[in-house]
Structures are given as structure tokens and as C-alpha cells.
């Protein structure tokens, strides 16, 4: 079983920057594919970013690429999402999500989630 809990959201400005962590219990962080989903207002859950159990592997929905990056740290059991460039189309509630697998995936398929964060981006 893991819980995760995500942390960083909040109001910020178009073109300002946020960085969302979500920390995990247990002691096995270290080999699940950690991701980052949303779900805009009114609209499904999306998938953003997603990385390998090592850290060395790193996947992103193309609206994010260049402007978002995920990393994590299996020392302190925390995955991170840095969001740069912040457009008001970024508004969600962001939530990580845990996968016990080898490789990425971008499907909502993941096995545990957590609570969610949200982001408000104004314009």
C-alpha cells in the first residue's frame, strides 16, 4: 500500500511558476513509475508527466514540454513537478499517482493516487 500526498498548488499569474511535491509512505518508492495527472474543470483526467523508478526516464504530454519537469528523489520518497511558463489552460486539480511497473505509461491505469492539489493559473 502506498499514500501519497501532493503539496505546491495554489494562485499564481500567467507566466509565473509553481512546483508541486508529492511525498509517499512506505519503503518501496523506489520501484513504482511515478506520474502527474489533471483534470481541468469540467473536463476528464489528463495525463502530464510520468518518470522511470530510477529517475533517469522522463515522459510529457506535448501542451507541457519545454515548460514543465518532472524529477524525483527516492531518498526522500518525493516526486516533484516544476511548472514554468504557467498558462491560464493549466488550471486543474493536479494529482500524482503511483504505478508498479517497469515502464511509463500515460494511461490513468496507475495503482495508487492521491488527494489532489489545485492550480490556478489567472490571466
Known amino acids: 500500500q502506498v499514500q501519497l500526498v501532493e503539496s505546491g498548488g495554489g494562485l499564481v499569474q500567467a507566466g509565473g511558476s509553481l512546483r508541486l511535491s508529492c511525498a509517499a509512505s512506505?519503503?518501496?518508492?523506489?520501484?513504482?513509475?511515478m506520474g502527474w495527472f489533471r483534470q481541468p474543470p469540467g473536463k476528464e483526467r489528463e495525463f502530464v508527466a510520468a518518470?522511470?523508478?530510477?529517475?533517469?526516464?522522463?515522459y510529457y504530454t506535448d501542451s507541457v514540454k519545454g515548460r514543465f519537469t518532472i524529477s524525483r528523489d527516492n531518498a526522500k520518497n518525493t516526486v516533484y513537478l516544476q511548472m514554468n511558463s504557467l498558462k491560464p489552460e493549466d488550471t486543474a486539480v493536479y494529482y500524482c499517482?503511483?504505478?508498479?511497473?517497469?515502464?511509463?505509461?500515460?494511461?490513468?491505469?496507475?495503482?495508487?493516487w492521491g488527494q489532489g492539489t489545485q492550480v490556478t493559473v489567472s490571466s
Open positions: 499517482a503511483a504505478k508498479s511497473a517497469i515502464a511509463i505509461i500515460t494511461t490513468t491505469a496507475y495503482d495508487y
Open positions: 512506505g519503503r518501496t518508492f523506489s520501484s513504482y513509475v
Open positions: 518518470v522511470s523508478r530510477g529517475g533517469s526516464n522522463t
